[in-house]
T-cell receptor
Framework: GAVVSQHPSRVICKSGTSVKIECRSL??????MFWYRQFPKKSLMLMAT?????????EQGVEKDKFLINHASLTLSTLTVTSAHPEDSSFYIC????????????FGEGSRLTVL | SQQGEEDPQALSIQEGENATMNCSYK?????LQWYRQNSGRGLVHLIL?????REKHSGRLRVTLDTSKKSSSLLITASRAADTASYFC????????????FGKGITLSVRP
């Protein structure tokens, strides 16, 4: 099946710094990628929909200036957590739509962010 | 808002037994999907059932969908210890079949 690579898998940063997480579709082009946040033992919360070449669409309650999303190519979307605080510590997961209209999404392995 | 609600929240069974997990949702859907997540990992797609389908099989998995009751069930037959994971149902609304809303998940433990 299609492969989505997410990097880094784990990152620890100091409060106030910014962290970038990459999501790459390795063997297909993804016109749409999605970013989720997951708290321990909780569901995935959709943060934003990322479309190649256009601005991301953020879900209600998600700060777009806090979570910067860039989808510069058909195989890469990035999420930058700016001025990170301990409450931003979470598991961030991306998914990609191969565009085959099947509805199936392919997920990255997730990135564990810990803000000290 | 929470769309999919799975039950039970946690399920513990013996290897070889069948595991049944249920999901209810509130609004109209294009399709319903089940995903599996091992601890600290990404999600793996298991099966997708469209709103005009009632039942689907894939290996040891059987999914049913009752749109009148807005519910779905996932049956894993002859469970194995390797099936231990969290299972999520996710729904896609009409016209946006990849914008998924996830339920809270079910933690399945299969004892060897």
């Amino acid at each position: 099946g299609a492969v989505v690579s997410q990097h880094p898998s784990r990152v620890i940063c100091k409060s106030g710094t910014s962290v970038k997480i990459e999501c790459r579709s390795l063997d297909f082009q993804a016109t749409t990628m999605f970013w989720y946040r997951q708290f321990p033992k909780k569901s995935l919360m959709l943060m934003a929909t990322s479309n190649e070449g256009s601005k991301a669409t953020y879900e209600q309650g998600v700060e777009k200036d806090k979570f910067l999303i860039n989808h510069a190519s058909l195989t890469l979307s990035t999420l930058t957590v700016t001025s990170a605080h301990p409450e931003d510590s979470s598991f961030y997961i991306c998914s990609a739509d191969s565009g085959g209209n099947t509805g199936e999404l392919f997920f990255g392995e997730g990135s564990r962010l810990t803000v000290l | 808002s929470q769309q999919g609600e799975e039950d039970p929240q946690a399920l513990s069974i013996q290897e070889g037994e069948n595991a049944t997990m249920n999901c209810s949702y509130k609004t109209s859907i294009n399709n319903l999907q089940w995903y599996r997540q091992n601890s600290g990992r990404g999600l793996v797609h298991l099966i997708l059932i469209r709103s005009n389908e009632r039942e689907k099989h894939s290996g040891r998995l059987r999914v049913t969908l009752d749109t009148s009751k807005k519910s779905s069930s996932l049956l894993i037959t002859a469970s194995r210890a390797a099936d231990t994971a969290s299972y999520f149902c996710a729904t896609a609304p009409p016209g946006a079949n990849s914008k998924l809303t996830f339920g809270k998940g079910i933690t399945l433990s299969v004892r060897p």
